[in-house]
C-alpha cells in the first residue's frame, strides 16, 4: 500500500516585524490586551516586493532542499492561499515558475483557515493513487494587504507568512 511521507520542510517570514506597541500608536489597543487576549506578541508584515507568491517560492526552495531532492522532482503544486497574488494566473503557477519546474500540475485551494489541511489531503489522495510521486504543499498568506487596520479586533490577530511540505510516496 502506498502512503505519504513529509520529506522535508521550510518557511519564510517577511523581513518587517510589527510589535503590539507599534499597533498601539495607530490602533485603540494595548501590548497587555493583546497579550491577555491571543498570546501574540508580535508578527511579521509583508512590505514592497514581498508577496504571497515570493514567500510561499521562498517557503517551498527551503522545503524542497530539506527533502534533498531537485525541484525537477516536485511533480504536484497546491498553494493554499486566501489571498493570491491575482485571480488568475494561480499563484501556484507562479511559484513553479520561479522553482523551474516545467512539468507539474499546479494549483491553488481557497478555503482560509483550513486551507492548508485540504492542501495536504489532496495531495496525500493524489500519491496514494500514483498520480503524484513528490507533492509540494504550501500555505502562505498576505492578510496585512486586506486587515481594516482600525479594528482592533482583526488586525492585531493576523500576520504574514509561508510554511511548505515536500510530500513523498512510499510503500508501506
Known amino acids: 500500500m502506498r502512503r505519504a511521507v513529509i520529506a522535508g520542510t521550510g518557511s519564510a517570514l517577511p523581513r518587517r516585524q510589527v510589535t503590539n506597541a507599534q499597533l498601539a500608536e495607530t490602533v485603540d489597543t494595548s501590548d497587555e490586551w493583546i497579550v491577555e487576549r491571543t498570546g501574540i506578541r508580535m508578527r511579521y508584515i509583508a512590505g514592497e516586493g514581498e508577496t504571497t507568491s515570493s514567500l510561499a517560492t521562498d517557503a517551498a526552495r527551503r522545503a524542497i532542499e530539506s527533502a534533498g531532492i531537485e525541484p ?54 493524489m500519491i496514494k493513487s500514483g498520480a503524484a510521486r513528490h507533492a509540494l504543499v504550501i500555505g502562505a498568506e498576505t492578510f496585512s494587504r486586506i486587515l481594516d487596520w482600525e479594528d482592533r479586533t482583526t488586525c492585531v490577530l493576523f500576520g504574514d507568512g509561508a510554511g511548505a511540505v515536500v510530500l513523498r510516496g512510499e510503500d508501506s
Do not use: E, K, R
Open 72 to 125: 525537477s522532482a516536485i511533480d504536484l503544486i497546491i498553494l493554499a492561499t486566501a489571498t493570491p497574488d491575482q485571480t488568475f494566473p494561480a499563484s501556484a503557477t507562479i511559484v513553479q515558475t520561479a522553482l523551474g519546474i516545467d512539468d507539474c500540475v499546479s494549483f491553488d485551494v481557497q478555503a482560509v483557515c483550513s486551507g492548508f489541511l485540504y492542501a495536504l489531503s489532496v495531495a496525500d489522495s
